[in-house]
Structures are given as structure tokens and as C-alpha cells.
């Protein structure tokens, strides 16, 4: 299956609730807050053209709480679409060192707050990102090929909120911070 998402930049944490409270009203169960650590792992190569689209594998290790995730992503068309194998991990610093001893390294760290909730075979979720600010992302997992298709039905979907066209970001996160930021420090 394909995680196929869409993501948007939102006013504030007022703008974010709002949406919560529609969705709410609608149905949605929403979990408790959550505290995300993300460290996004690549070869050199890309390293070195972090912030731009390329159709290769990258990892993550997501630590939250006392649990933690690895998780291998590859996008063929644009970074908000792709292959995703996740599985949860008990010793992330023993997944860093695998990850080292694989070529791969850290391009950045993405920490945030998230809120999500979970309805049919959509996902939203808001999140509060340390540096970038509070955005809105809504996700399906599909077998549909035709990405940009649903892409555009998700972002139909975020619109009945207020997100406007300008509101919409095409990047992940990582590579926002990346661009914000520059390279992680060795």
C-alpha cells in the first residue's frame, strides 16, 4: 500500500483547533497529543542534495515516549507520496549505529506535537513543528496509481476548513527544516 498525503501551512494553533472541532462535530476520535523526534537518515549523495526531490530510499527513526519506530520511505513522484515500512524498534541508538555501519546518515530533525484522528481510510493530523509553526496534514493509505489524483481529492478535503491554494506545501517536513535550518551539525 501507498501512503498518499497532503499538507498545509496553517494561521495558528486557533486555526488548528478549529479544524479539530469540526472534525469532532463530524465524527472524527481524536488520540491524546503526542510528542514526536524524528532523525531522517540518508546516503551521502542525497545528503548533499537533501532539500531537493529525489526517487530514493530514505529512513527515519521516530522516537516517541518510550517507544520508537523505524521506518523506510521511498517516493516515486513527489515527497508526499510513497512506498512506507514501519516497524517499531527497542533500541533506536543500536538502529543509528546499523544505519551509520549502511552508509546512511542523518540529514535533519524534525520535533513536533501532534493530534491526530482517524475516520474510514483517512488520517488527519495537526501538528505543531519546533521552528516551521502549525500545519494540517490529511493522509490515506491506497492501492490507487494515480497519486496526484487522490492528492487533489485530499486537498478538496482540507479546503471545506478554509486552506487556501497558497496554504498548501508540497515538502515534508524534514526538508522544510532542512531548507530553514542547513544540514545537521557533525
Known amino acids: 500500500m501507498n501512503e498518499i498525503e497532503v499538507k498545509a501551512r496553517l494561521k495558528d494553533a486557533k486555526h488548528g483547533k478549529d479544524i479539530i472541532r469540526k472534525l469532532k462535530k463530524a465524527g472524527w476520535n481524536f ?11 540518508c546516503d551521502k549523495e542525497t545528503l548533499k542534495r537533501f532539500d531537493q526531490f529525489t526517487p530514493v ?22 515527497e508526499l507520496e510513497g512506498i512506507e515500512c514501519e516497524t517499531e524498534i527497542s533500541d533506536p541508538k543500536a538502529m543509528h549505529e546499523a544505519l551509520l555501519q549502511l552508509g546512511q546518515f542523518p540529514g535533519t530533525i524534525v520535533e513536533k506535537k501532534r493530534i491526530k484522528a482517524k475516520k474510514g481510510k483517512l488520517e488527519v493530523c495537526i501538528d505543531e513543528v519546533k521552528g516551521l509553526g502549525w500545519f494540517v496534514e490529511v493522509e490515506k493509505l491506497t492501492n490507487e496509481k494515480d497519486s496526484e489524483k487522490v492528492q487533489s481529492e485530499l486537498f478538496d478535503f482540507l479546503k471545506t476548513f478554509g486552506i487556501e491554494v497558497e496554504d498548501r506545501v508540497a515538502n515534508g517536513y524534514d526538508t522544510l527544516i532542512y531548507r530553514k535550518f542547513g544540514p545537521l551539525k557533525a
Do not use: H, V
Open 57 to 78: 530510499p530514505f529512513s527515519r527513526i521516530r522516537i516517541q515516549g518510550k517507544m520508537a519506530w523505524f521506518t523506510l520511505k521511498k517516493s516515486e513522484i513527489n
Open 31 to 41: 488520540g491524546a497529543t503526542l510528542k514526536q523526534k524524528d532523525t531522517i537518515y
